[in-house]
């Protein structure tokens, strides 16, 4: 009796190793569809198909949003390379300077991405605004996006 | 028959269920108008990170009765412990009620915030996936002529989609995704500890539901089988 359960203990531990390896091996092959969004440099180093239609993500770069009526044009950046992004419509109330985003849409010839959704990133810090203020007045902002949270100091009050 | 442990699940269940439902209650009530009402906002999404509250401990507890739902499934296929099998089947729909709810507040969280109620990113497609899973598992369950075919069914099912919890635990890691990474992790809290009380004292209230509707189940089945035992006695 004893030794049917060790079988059955054996015969599940071997199954769950062997389903775990099948998983692991199909989500490494897929990698690149899991991915929500690529980043500036890996579109630099991608031949796109005109008109393909991929996401990008990074942080807008400060100073680099430009509004004319329902356009923005702005800059998204990965620190390393960055791509310019021309989007027609509302942006999320997240969207600001330094602030993580995600564009969906294809590139023109002209190397700029016209996006046709733009959606905004949070990270996983949560704090009250005083903690914030305190936080910036004592120069110990930081994180593990540092352009994104300086440039959110500028535009605090902006926040809802 | 397995009499002897079930009666002594009977009796902790008497003594535990009580003390359970009362601090839950208590969790409730302190922790759901802090969470909504006095709790500091956020000072990038204001007011709106008050679904976390609910969010939050909601998609911790969808993994948690998984896990449970696997624990028991395989301690009921290895050693035929009957009550652990009766307690995975109790766990699931608590779990995919959680679940649910998790899926429910991120799309109302994801609309003001990222802008959108859904996208196919790890993360949010893995928890669909956890929710499917609840919900094939009590399916295949009752699928079966033979209701100990069906159990079997079922737990195997259990053990094989548990290869999804740490791909749910990790997809925000392993991939780039809308979805923000964990705020627990080796490096600490993410959350100020002014909105922690709030945080912890929704996780219990969640557990400690879930402990108390999942002992009701448990008792329910146990009464079930008892009733049937009679009966077939009788029958005799």
């Not at chain 2, 402990?211 to 029958?235: G, N, P, W």
């Amino acid at each position: 009796m004893a030794k049917r359960k060790t079988q059955r203990l054996y015969f599940i531990l071997l199954g769950g190793l062997a389903v775990a390896t099948g998983v692991a091996l199909v989500l490494t092959a897929f990698e690149d569809s899991i991915v929500f969004f690529y980043s500036p440099t890996e579109i630099s180093q991608q031949t796109l198909s005109p008109g393909q239609r991929i996401r990008i993500g990074g942080l807008v770069e400060t100073g680099s949003v430009n509004a004319e009526g329902e356009t923005t044009t702005f800059t998204v950046t990965d620190t390393a390379e960055t791509l310019d992004i021309v989007y027609r419509g509302i942006l999320p109330d997240l969207f600001r300077e330094g602030q993580g985003i995600v564009a969906e849409g294809y590139m023109l010839a002209s190397g700029v991405f016209q996006a046709s959704d733009v959606l905004a990133k949070h990270d996983e810090t949560y704090m009250p605004p005083e903690v914030a203020d305190a936080i910036k007045a004592a120069g110990e902002w930081r994180g593990d996006e540092a352009p994104q949270q300086e440039a959110m100091s500028n535009s605090a009050t902006a926040s809802p | 028959m397995h009499l002897p442990i079930q009666h002594v699940f009977l009796k902790l269940a008497a003594i535990i269920q009580p003390w359970a439902a009362g601090l839950c209650i208590l969790c409730f009530l302190f922790g759901l108008p802090i969470a909504l009402l006095f709790s500091p906002p956020d000072y990038q999404q204001g007011d709106t990170v008050r679904i976390m509250y609910i969010h939050v401990p909601a998609a911790w507890m969808g993994l948690f009765c998984y896990g449970v739902m696997a624990a028991g499934s395989a301690s009921y296929l290895i050693w035929r412990h009957p009550v652990a099998n009766m307690v995975a089947k109790a766990s699931a729909p608590i779990g995919a009620m959680f679940t649910a709810l998790c899926l429910l507040t991120g799309m109302l969280w994801g609309e003001p915030m990222w802008g959108t109620p859904w996208v196919w990113d790890a993360r949010l497609t893995s928890m669909l996936v956890l929710f499917f899973l609840y919900l094939g598992y009590m399916a295949l369950g009752d699928a079966f002529d033979s209701p100990e075919q069906g159990d079997k069914a079922a737990a195997i099912l259990a053990l094989v989609g548990s290869v999804n919890l740490p791909i749910i635990k990790f997809s925000v890691d392993w991939w780039n995704s809308l979805h923000q990474p964990s705020i627990f992790s080796m490096a600490g809290v993410s959350v100020d500890t002014a909105m922690l009380p709030p945080l912890f004292l929704m996780v219990g209230a969640f557990q400690l539901y879930y402990v108390v509707v999942v002992l009701m189940r448990v008792r329910a089945q146990v009464l079930t089988a008892k009733i049937r035992a009679a009966r077939l006695m009788r029958a005799a």
